[in-house]
């Protein structure tokens, strides 16, 4: 079975400073792997996603994940964390489109990060 | 361009009404799928349609849920007798192709059942 753990409800950063959020996985097959983050009364909003090639994916507003298939893992990550970066993320992940697998996503149950300024 | 878009954005309903919600996808995109997302919760899948056809509905909890998407277009999420425990934000998400594209989702309907 398909699933995502995501170990911090909350991670605290201050404004400058890099940012880490986790995400491990489990899922049979190479994973496909995506961020998305979740602003108060707006839909989930794409960031990046990890489908094969270099571990390191760069996405939109900055952040970056790493891939690392050992450790299966997907952590999001950012140099320099500014306050607009306050939101809830969440880490997902669906099995790659062959043998019959579906396309549906599966979330982890999300991370706040609250950047103080 | 447009995004995809959900209406309503709230439904009130009583316990063991009838709720249609609605969901406009991105134009072009093939697949379409819904998520119910709880409090404090993560999306959780219901189901995925590819051109007309539910190409999978094993995320639908129970037969009082059902998804038609009749042109492969717009998509109605339809919940008959709902219960209290129905009440959730439904996302609705698009993707280009089934296969790779990644999911753009709409701003959800928040629906209450009291």
């Known amino acids: 079975a398909q699933s995502v753990a995501q170990p911090e409800d909350q991670v605290n950063v201050a404004e400058g400073n890099p940012l880490t959020v986790k995400c491990t996985y489990s899922v049979s097959g190479n994973p496909y792997l995506f961020w998305y983050v979740q602003y108060p009364n707006r839909g989930l909003q794409f960031l990046l996603k990890?489908?094969?090639?270099?571990?390191l994916v760069k996405g939109s507003y900055g952040f970056e994940a790493e891939f690392n298939k050992s450790q299966t893992s997907f952590h999001l990550k950012k140099p320099s964390a500014l306050v607009s970066d306050s939101a809830l993320y969440f880490c997902a992940v669906r099995r790659p489109p062959y043998g019959g697998a579906t396309n549906k996503l599966i979330f982890g149950t999300g991370t706040l990060l609250a950047v103080q300024p | 361009g447009a995004g995809v878009s959900q209406t309503p954005s709230n439904k009130v309903t009583e316990k063991g009404k009838y709720v249609e919600l609605r969901c406009d996808p991105i134009s072009g995109h093939t697949a379409l799928y819904w998520y119910r997302q709880s409090l404090g919760q993560g999306p959780e899948f219901l189901i995925y349609f590819q051109g007309t056809g539910a190409a999978d509905d094993s995320g639908l909890p129970n037969d009082r849920f059902f998804a038609v998407r009749p042109e492969g277009s717009v998509s109605t999420l339809k919940i008959q007798r709902t219960e209290r425990g129905d009440s959730a934000v439904y996302l609705c998400a698009s993707s280009l192709t089934s296969r790779e594209g990644e999911q753009y989702f709409g701003p959800g309907t928040r629906l209450t059942v009291t």
């Open positions: 990890y489908i094969t090639g270099d571990n």
